[in-house]
């Protein structure tokens, strides 16, 4: 036989385990030193820029 499993214990660990997983997306979204977010902004904007420089025809 299975093990006995008490369910409400099971689904407060469940929980626990879903914010544990969400607050660690969001710290690695927004817990980013401001440099580290203009240096990502700065790369992606001279990435576009150079994308739009090798473009037969502008726009």
Do not use: Y
């Amino acid at each position: 036989m299975g093990e006995v499993v008490n369910l409400r214990q099971a689904k407060k660990q469940a929980a626990r385990k879903a914010a544990r997983s969400t607050a660690d997306a969001n710290a690695a979204k927004h817990g980013r030193t401001k440099a580290d977010r203009e240096l990502e902004t700065a790369r992606a904007e001279k990435a576009a820029r150079e994308l739009d420089g090798h473009k037969r025809e502008p726009e």
